[in-house]
């Protein structure tokens, strides 16, 4: 099992840039598959990004490629998620996800992962 915590959100303007991170207890996170998630209020959960177990492969949303970068470091426990020219639709609550699986290929379906995180606001005004 794996606990997951996300951190970094805030508030920002369009046009700035964010970090987050996702701190992952257990020493088998290096295991994991990890995504990105987001969700605003009354809409489905959004695949962002996300990352193999040793972070060369890497998959995007398209609506965040080319500005948003996905990394991990696995000698910290931890993902990251650039976030780089932020757009008012960017602002969401943005979940931390992993997949056990570790012949998991980097899926875009939320019930693929088995653990998530509480979550962490991004607001970006325009």
């Known amino acids: 099992q794996v606990q997951l915590v996300e951190s970094g959100g805030g508030l920002v303007q369009a046009g700035d840039s964010l970090r987050l991170s996702c701190a992952a207890s257990?020493?088998?996170?290096?295991?994991?598959?990890m995504g990105w998630f987001r969700q605003t209020p009354g809409k489905e959960r959004e695949f962002v990004a996300a990352?193999?177990?040793?972070?060369?492969?890497?998959r995007y949303a398209d609506s965040v490629k080319g500005r948003f970068t996905i990394s991990r470091d696995n000698g910290k426990n931890t993902m990251y998620l650039q976030m780089n020219r932020l757009k008012p639709e960017d602002a969401a609550v943005y979940y931390c996800?992993?997949?056990?699986?570790?012949?998991?290929?980097?899926?875009?379906?939320?019930?693929?992962?088995?653990?998530w995180g509480q979550g962490t606001q991004v607001t970006v005004s325009s």
């Open positions: 996800a992993a997949d056990r699986d570790v012949l998991a290929a980097l899926s875009q379906y939320g019930d693929r992962y088995d653990y």
């Open positions: 990352i193999n177990q040793n972070g060369r492969s890497t």
């Open positions: 257990g020493r088998t996170f290096t295991n994991y598959v």
